[in-house]
């Protein structure tokens, strides 16, 4: 299992190319099982998820054809990817494949919303929380689907197709707002989805829905309107950049000092994250080419957050920010209000001499001057990073182990920073 080792205390400086969005790249993929053209996706990033779920979509017929190399590519442009969905061979997702990555539990919506029929295993994914799929089953039956649980599989059946239809979301649910829409694209009629989730993941994917043929408005806000469609035909899309990935390496910029430009990074992807930065003592602003981030020197403010449904300050972003405050001189207060149980990362900080104390869903963190290198472990994939953050403003050396986290969702994270000057490498066993 591969590790990674860092000798905290190098200030960054440079520029940090960043990735297409994860958590766009997704559902973009699954949304390729709506159609049997082909889905050319641009901006895709090299991660472990995608990866999977490569796997999953190729067990249900998905041919998927990634470009090679073109004349003037460098290493961290992102992928092309074709997906070509012609015949569904199998409409069922094997426990085996789906408990790895819960997003691969979406497939549901576009496969019953096509085909008729559906059988998905129960999902897995990062350990935080329960994580149900109860508002995503809700959506469903919303749009007429007849919904079985069978041995561990929920099962959904539509045999005659979908019908548009009201869904109001008692909770603000990315998951249940993908699956909402992705199967109302092709239900007859129209539906109405209230207290959609705002993410701007949701409003690329319906994007690319609309170039597909879809007939999506208000997408990006919490009331979408769906006009089914019959069918849905081939496009390109270009995925848009990592919200999450900015943030973090803005966090990690601020922690060790330094100055990196984030290279097409948006910042209205992440302004509640920046403007959170820009109070703690970071300065901020956007360029031509994406976000410039900077610190010199002057010590870090505390901060008061409480994790929010987009535009809030993203649960994502929860870990690296508390690792950041760790440092700070004086007390900060960090609520988690999205997932229960998000909190694996206050033991592994504590062993760089981080002061932090759990009272239920808030974390008090008390500043300190210095924290020291350690041997820690990376439990989930946002966790896992905010011990790289902590390492790189660490004392002596850091071995994080259990990287196969961070490789879920952070592509070349040791090239990236090792390029702006961290003292960090993968160690391969
Ligand atoms: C997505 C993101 C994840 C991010 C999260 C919140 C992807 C691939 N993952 O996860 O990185 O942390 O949004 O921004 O995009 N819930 C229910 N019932 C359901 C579905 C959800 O109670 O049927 C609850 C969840 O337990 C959680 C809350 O709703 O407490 C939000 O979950 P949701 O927005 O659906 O998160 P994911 O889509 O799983």
Redesign the pocket.
């Known amino acids: 299992m591969d590790r990674i080792r860092i000798v905290g205390g190098q200030p960054l400086h440079g520029t940090i190319p960043i990735s297409g969005a994860?958590?766009a790249t997704?559902?973009l993929m699954i949304a390729s099982l709506l159609t049997d053209q082909t889905l050319i996706l641009d901006n895709v990033p090299r991660l472990a998820d995608v990866v999977q779920l490569q796997r999953i979509l190729g067990n249900h017929g998905v041919d998927i054809m990634t470009s090679g190399k073109r004349p003037g590519d460098d290493e961290y442009k992102g992928q092309t990817m074709h997906l070509s969905a012609t015949r569904i061979v199998d409409t069922t997702a094997p426990y085996e494949l789906v408990s790895k990555m819960?997003?691969s539990f979406w497939v549901i919506a576009p496969l019953v919303a096509r085909m008729g029929e559906a059988r998905v295993s129960m999902p897995g994914?990062c350990a935080?929380?329960?994580?149900?799929?109860?508002?995503?089953?809700?959506a469903l039956e919303r749009l007429s689907a007849r919904i079985d649980v069978d041995g561990g599989y929920v099962v959904a059946r539509a045999p005659d197709g979908l019908k548009g239809g009201e869904i109001n979301f008692p909770?603000?649910?990315?998951?249940?707002?993908?699956t909402a829409v992705m199967a109302a694209s092709l239900a007859s009629g129209t539906t109405v989805i209230e207290n959609a989730?705002r993410?701007p993941?949701i409003a690329d994917v319906a994007d690319c829905l609309n170039k597909m043929g879809a007939r999506i408005s208000g997408a990006g806000t919490s009331r979408i309107v769906i006009e089914g469609v019959a069918k849905l035909h081939g496009a390109w899309h270009k995925v848009v950049p990592d919200r999450?990935e900015t943030g973090t390496y803005a966090m990690a910029v601020a922690m060790s000092g330094g100055d990196v430009v984030l290279d097409g990074a948006r910042p209205e992807l992440l302004q509640s994250a920046l403007d959170v930065l820009a109070l703690a003592g970071a300065e901020v602003s956007a360029t031509n080419q994406g976000i410039r981030i900077a610190r010199n020197g002057a010590g870090l403010r505390p901060v008061e957050i409480t994790t929010e449904?987009?535009p809030g300050f993203?649960?994502?972003l929860q870990a690296q920010l508390m690792a950041l405050m760790t440092r700070a001189k004086g007390t900060s207060h960090i609520t988690e209000t999205?997932?229960?149980n998000r909190f694996m990362h206050v033991q592994e900080l504590a062993r760089f001499g981080a002061r932090i104390h759990l009272d239920g869903e808030t974390a008090t963190i008390e500043g300190v001057d210095r924290l020291k290198g350690a041997p820690v472990m990376a439990t989930d994939?946002?966790a896992s990073v905010s011990l790289v953050i902590a390492g790189l403003a660490a004392e002596g050396e850091t071995m994080v182990n259990r990287v196969y986290h961070l490789d879920r969702g952070f592509e070349r994270l040791e090239d990236k920073l090792a390029r702006c000057g961290a003292d960090i490498v993968r160690v391969s066993s």
């Open positions: 994860k958590n997704l559902p819960r997003a994914g935080i929380g329960t994580r149900p799929v109860d508002l995503l089953i809700m909770k603000v649910t990315v998951s249940g707002t993908h989730a993410e993941e999450i449904p987009f993203p649960t994502d999205i997932f229960e994939l946002r």
